[in-house]
């Protein structure tokens, strides 16, 4: 048991939330005191928190203020360390470093004529002697910019110290209180087949995104992965931007645009493996097995063939937390989502086991408490260092208290994604009939979230676009997409079910699931094809890895429908912000009539998911009386639908209890439709 003085500040508070977790209250003391000593250790050892994640200033190359060049690296398997490149002729031995304490080495090129002696643009390599003596030429961990030549495998390590850097004009957004997140990946954000660029998101993608009414831009595969169909998540240079895309400055001026649009940029990071390469990779780095990884067993993802890290590790440590400080500081991201957490929170990362909510699951010696604790110390220094950013856990194990602070014993993260949600939507579609959805497992799916644990709640994310999967546009719809999605072709069963569903699943998972919502670059519209980046199994062609958003701008066709209520749906949150509002209060769930109503952020939200029937007069349940009128209507014609409404109705509220409630109104729902009203007399 941990000492009492290291006992969670807070923890009390969390167990009186929770109490079915008291049982386990010396695992919390365990993994509070675990952190604390970790704190205390860089507080003593590294003059502070602060400093300690500052390493990315002086690891690596690094310019000094009179043009000399400062170089430092962790290799405490090699036998000695060099500098070589363009600045010496490729020399291996010309520039040794001096060993130091605990594996770290370094070396001070001094300037020449004032000037740096190591130019911007030029090539380098740390020489690495293993033990058994064997030369290994390796890329700093902790490179900035790396490259590949269109006729080689492998990355080359480039210095990047441009003359003038980009410098931002545009101050970070405030932090928000209702997240709409709009994930996206840049080398696909084009019609074209190839590799978008920076500039291409910028200007072309941004403004999009910000008339769709997203307030978040979350980017992936913006760290350096040498296999591009990877999507991002084998990563070889932890504090390079992908140059596939552009330089480092087009990533610093695409973020600013951002922030001038009032749009949050989260990076989506992942510090839960690493690829194996070695070549151009932190992989063997220094010649042995270990170094920044487990040795052996422990250090390698059995399913996602990657090496795992020692987090228990100090460099390990300065190496990681510094990596986040670096991606906020010099190229001003507002937050995370960590990649992977579920693998990181367990010696068995997930593999073969399933997480069935018995709280046993989550603690014991089953879990990686080193891991934990590094997720806690990130959190710990996001919140002190930049406590604007925000921080998103991606766990589908459900690990109790992770999204509390850190002093309740908590991951300390903001918010964790509803990955039970998408996974619902694809059982409904696939296995059940529509006259048999069950209303009350919706409901029950959309709301079992942990109290007071923020969720981002998603219909679809980039999982279900990639080939081998299918949006849920693709499972409504499925072939006709190619064939009937012209207002000039007769609207089909198959297209009208799918345009209407595709709306309702979107809104009553927006407005019920969670805290925040979040969407798939593409999927607001319906985008008809998976996406496949270039393999050799498809003959490295860039077809499906591209995002045709032209099909919106086409009036010929219906994807403008779905794109026009995704805004639309986005901007009434705007205005209302149901997500930074308390849980729905579900009044109805008829498992018959198949009609589902609820209220939140002073709005009534009424789904009538039946096939073919309508209500007139179908009374619901409200709190406040007063006079309402409808803001949005899945059936409205600018949405694809079948106009069976008048807009100018105004339904008075009458003080007749229905369903726990003290009022009520009566309604016009027809099948397949989604309303949204709110009550005139409370002005907003």
Known sequence: MAAASTEPPRLKQLLQRDPYLEPFRTDFQRRYSLFYNHLKNIEESEGGLDKFTKSYKTFGVNQLADGGIYCKEWAPGAEAVFLAGDFNGWNPSSHPYKK???????????????????????????????????????ISPWARYVVRDEDKVNYDWVHWNPPQSYIHKNPSPKRLKSLRIYESHVGIASPEGKVASYKNFTYNVLPRIKDLGYNCVQLMAIMEHAYYASFGYQVTSFFAASSRYGTPDDLKEMIDVAHSMGITVLLDVVHSHASKNSEDGLNQFDGTDSCFFHSGYRGNHQLWDSRLFDYANWEVLRFLLSNLRMWIEDYRFDGFRFDGVTSMLYHHHGIGTGFSGDYNEYFGLHVDEDALCYLMLANHMINTLHPECITIAEDVSGMPALCRPVAEGGGGFDYRLAMAIPDKWIQIIKELKDEDWNMGNIVHTLTNRRCEEKYIA???????????????????????????????????????????????????????????????????????????????????????????FNLTEDDLLRYKFLNAFDRDMNKLEERFGWLASPQAYVSEKHESNKVIAFERAGLIFIFNFHPYQSYVDYRVGIETPGKYKILLDSDAGEYGGHQRLDHSTEYFSEAYPHNYRPNSIMVYIPSRVALVLHNMDIPK
């Open 100 to 138: 130091l304490e605990y594996g770290k080495w370094e070396l001070f090129i001094p300037p020449e004529d004032g000037q740096s002696p190591v130019p911007h643009g030029s090539k380098l390599k740390v020489v690495i002697r293993a033990q058994n003596g064997a030369l290994l030429y390796r």
């Open 458 to 548: 998603y219909a679809e994310s980039h999982d279900q676009a990639l080939v081998g999967d299918k949006t849920l546009a693709f499972r409504l719809m499925d072939a006709e997409m190619y064939t009937n999605m012209s207002v000039l072709m007769p609207l089909t069963p198959i297209i009208d079910r799918g345009i209407q569903l595709h709306k309702m699943i979107r809104l009553i998972t927006h407005a019920l699931g969670g805290e925040s919502y979040l969407n798939f670059m593409g999927n607001e519209f319906g985008h008809p094809e998976w996406l496949d980046f270039p393999r050799i199994g498809n003959n490295e062609s860039y077809h499906y890895a591209r995002r045709q």
